[in-house]
T-cell receptor, first 112, second 114 residues
């Protein structure tokens, strides 16, 4: 059982480039979310989804897009990367509405 | 050893001592709380949770206490071991209807000295 899988683990981008962080879970969880983690700021919610076809904004959504075409996948897109988006990104999923979150190993993104 | 306040980011304890990590939450409507442990280079891992209709919950070597009157949450780790060294985050669920919408505190770095 792989749990929550994120790719890539590391990525360096130049300002203005676009990319997609992939997230997949094999636990049949309805709820998925993306967080970013910056030093001294804990984890902040970017976007989340309560099921296939449904997404909503979190605390810091600007500069990011998401989609949820299947239960398993929840990709995070950066359309035009900025240095302020340098961070570690975590994808998480949960079975219930307020249940335990299962996290991926993280994707470290650097924007030059 | 005990951490106090929101802005004390580190706690150092001796192996075998008990550790207490504190967390203040802001939303009196929050009804679900979780403690996560994050080791270096890894994603957060669930430790223990508690719902707002409870004051205390115990797990293996860990206890979570909830004081709704002062909006305070604590994690107690008994007989702290070197493997407990990590950053510990408290998280609160502010919106039951949204799902996966936990709000995290800033974290406390626990260091266990042998």
């Amino acid at each position: 059982n792989a749990g929550v899988t994120q790719t890539p683990k590391f990525q360096v981008l130049k300002t203005g480039q676009s990319m997609t962080l992939q997230c997949a879970q094999d636990m049949n969880h309805e709820y998925m979310s993306w967080y970013r983690q910056d030093p001294g700021m804990g984890l902040r919610l970017i976007h989340y989804s309560v099921g296939a076809g449904i997404t909503d904004q979190g605390e810091v959504p600007n500069g990011y897009n998401v989609s949820r075409s299947t239960t398993e996948d929840f990709p995070l897109r950066l359309l035009s990367a900025a240095p302020s988006q340098t961070s570690v990104y975590f994808c998480a999923s949960s079975l219930g509405r307020a249940g335990e979150l299962f996290f991926g190993e993280g994707s470290r993104l650097t924007v030059l | 050893g005990e951490s106090v306040g929101l802005h004390l980011p580190t706690l150092s304890v001796q192996e075998g001592d008990n550790s207490i990590i504190n967390c203040a939450y802001s939303n009196s409507a929050s009804d679900y709380f979780i403690w996560y442990k994050q080791e270096s280079g890894k994603g957060p891992q669930f430790i223990i949770d508690i719902r707002s209709n409870m004051d205390k919950r115990q797990g293996q070597r860990v206890t979570v206490l909830l004081n709704k009157t002062v909006k305070h949450l604590s994690l107690q780790i008994a007989a702290t071991q070197p493997g407990d060294s990590a950053v510990y985050f408290c998280a609160e669920n502010r919106d039951e209807t949204s799902g996966s919408r936990l709000t995290f505190g800033e974290g406390t770095q626990l260091t266990v000295n042998p």
